[in-house]
């Protein structure tokens, strides 16, 4: 196993859209890897009603990513961990909010080892005030009329305002 070189770790999620906690959990990240790839995955495990099409979620992270060097935003479909390969990228970043984000959590990482066993998942927390944060949660609220400004920055705003109107 390569040991030495760049650390370059992968943020894999759906991004729909990206909120808060993403960006907290992005900032944390960058305190020990080199470089870090968010990655927008055109298929998730968890099967849900987008609100955004990929692409346009993928631009809207290139805006909220575009003054930080180290972040670059893709998109990308297939197996996680065929991209993070070829990508180069052993670490796969998650947020783990609460216990009820385990089970889910503990068997992608399972999953995700048992295809590919040099990967190594890590788990960080967010800042307290975003662990009942979550992008789906966002999509109600806000389609309902609800306030959301302090959930998301005000790019994303924008963009959930234009969508509801
Ligand atoms: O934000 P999400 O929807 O919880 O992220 C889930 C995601 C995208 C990380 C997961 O569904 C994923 O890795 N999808 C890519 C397809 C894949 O590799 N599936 C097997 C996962 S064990």
New binding site residues.
Partial sequence: MKTHGPIVAVY?????PVTLGHEDVVRRTLRFSDRLIVAV??????P?RSLFPVAERLEILKEVFGGEPRVECVA?S??????ARDIGARFII?GLRAVSDFD?EF??AQ??RE?WDEVETIFLTPEVHYSFLS?SLVREVAALGGDVSTFVSPLVLQRLKRRFS
């Avoid at 894999?12 to 729909?16: K, L, N, R, V």
């Avoid at 297939?78 to 991209?83: E, S, T």
């Fill in positions: 894999p999620g759906s991004f729909d995955a055109g298929f998730s495990t968890q849900k990308f297939g197996l996680l961990v065929d991209f998650r889910y068997q992608m999953m995700n295809l992008a």
